[in-house]
């Protein structure tokens, strides 16, 4: 599976942004999906992830209630919309997929395919 991730770019603290994520070369479907985030000089941390048919939702705590993740199979893609964002969202966005039908947690805790990420910046 190949991940293709856009949307990044530079919005002011309390913007949105909506990120996506382009799968191809597996069936989309079946991927559990997820996003991660990386500041620089810190750890890659999990984001949000959605189970294959949509129906279920994880989210990291600082993200809670201001971020959404959704996905739309017929175009195999996974959205981040990210509303009121803060100078601490900044980081570099990576899209991931789960190995084919593992749960929701599979994507979460070890992610089988990585995308080359989007740059997201938040000033203040």
């Known amino acids: 599976v190949q991940l293709q991730a856009s949307g990044g770019g530079l919005v002011q603290a309390g913007g949105s942004l909506r990120l996506s994520c382009v799968g191809s070369g597996g069936t989309f479907d079946s991927h559990a999906m997820g996003w991660f985030r990386q500041a620089l000089g810190k750890e890659r941390e999990f984001v949000a992830a959605?189970?294959?048919?949509?129906?279920?939702?994880l989210y990291a705590d600082s993200v809670r209630g201001r971020f959404t993740i959704s996905r739309d199979n017929a175009m195999n893609t996974v959205f981040l919309q990210m509303n009121s964002l803060k100078p601490e969202d900044t980081a570099h966005y990576y899209c991931?997929?789960?190995?084919?039908?593992?749960?929701?947690?599979?994507?979460?805790?070890?992610?089988?395919?990585w995308g080359q990420g989007t740059q997201v910046t938040v000033s203040s």
């Open positions: 991931a997929a789960g190995g084919s039908e593992l749960p929701i947690v599979a994507v979460m805790r070890n992610p089988e395919y």
């Open positions: 959605i189970s294959w048919t949509g129906g279920s939702t």
